[in-house]
């Protein structure tokens, strides 16, 4: 019996299971509706898709490099729970996933779950290990960096992940300055970068601060010069302390080195999204549950 794309969406329906598990089931079941279902529920991915709406805001920032470090990617991967960020079999398809966006280099994150994982995309891969663990799994983003310089990389903890792009210095330099942006993360290389109408915000928010000191215009213009020099100099890579020598800013750093910034790419696991407020003891009751 033909398959058509009916009756994929009624299956869907009832059972939340993934666009191609309802074709795949429907076609094992030579298109008989009840007995898909009874392979989906059978197989475990009945539920799978239903987990979708939960919010992922944990998980792991995945890391992979090639060509000696000239290339680099960094995957975001989410889950519910820091529990099953932790879980071995979570891990390994993040890290499949990031050497799946080095080595196949797909435009967007779609055309990232079309590519394989052993034998299934990465979005049949997502739904086996959503269906396996219990909670919802997102593949949310990715960041690519080839150079001609030195790429540094780093992950803290899983959670945190940089790229940054150096000229000049030497490994060590450029880990450390990965390490550093992880650790302040400006939002900026320099001054220079930071668009004209956040400077122009922030002089307003500024000056109508100083203003309501009551300090003569002359002292006003004084104030807010100083304090605009500082906002940049804490927004900006170049402006900060070096993370390692709070003596010296990272611009010194790169003068002593000979060397300089072309740009960088900083992830926060579940930056933006809302966040559920949970304590372990509900995460852990929630796996036991299975829900």
Same mark, same amino acid.
Do not use: F
């Given at each position: 019996m033909a398959v058509t794309a009916a009756m994929v969406k009624e299956l869907r329906e009832r059972t939340g299971a993934g666009m191609m598990e309802c074709k795949k089931a429907l076609v094992e079941t030579d298109g008989d509706l009840e007995t898909a279902i009874e392979f989906l529920r059978k197989s475990g991915l009945a539920q799978a898709d239903k =987990?979708?709406?939960? /919010?992922?805001?944990?998980?792991?920032?995945?890391?992979?490099?090639? &060509?000696?470090? =000239?290339?680099? /990617?960094? /995957?975001?991967?989410?889950?519910?729970? &820091?529990f099953v960020a932790k879980d071995a079999s979570f891990i390994a398809f993040a890290d499949a996933v990031a050497s799946n966006t080095l080595n196949d280099a797909p435009a967007d994150v779609d055309a990232l779950m079309t590519t394989s994982i052993n034998s299934d995309s990465v979005e049949e891969a997502r739904q086996a290990l959503i269906s396996k663990i219990g909670e919802n799994i997102q593949v949310r983003r990715f960041v690519r960096e080839s150079t001609e310089g030195t790429l540094g990389a780093y992950v803290h903890g899983g959670k945190i992940g940089v790229l940054v792009d150096v000229s000049g210095g030497d490994e060590e330099l450029a880990r450390d300055l990965a390490m550093h942006i992880a650790a302040l993360n400006p939002e900026y290389v320099s001054a220079d970068d930071v668009p004209a109408d956040i400077i122009a915000r922030e002089k307003d928010i500024l000056i109508a601060q100083a203003e309501s000191s009551g300090k003569p215009p002359e002292i006003i213009e004084k104030m807010v010069v100083g304090r605009l020099r500082k906002h940049l100099s804490g927004i900006t890579l170049l402006g900060q302390p070096f993370v390692k020598d709070g003596d010296i800013t990272v611009a010194k750093l790169l003068e002593q080195k000979s060397a300089s910034v072309n740009g960088f790419n900083r992830l926060a696991v579940g930056e933006g999204i809302e966040k559920k407020e949970e304590n372990f003891a509900d995460e852990v009751m929630q796996q036991v549950s299975g829900g």
């Open positions: =987990k979708a709406s939960r /919010v992922a805001a944990e998980g792991k920032i995945a890391l992979a490099l090639a &060509d000696g470090g =000239k290339q680099a /990617v960094m /995957v975001e991967i989410n889950c519910e729970t &820091d």
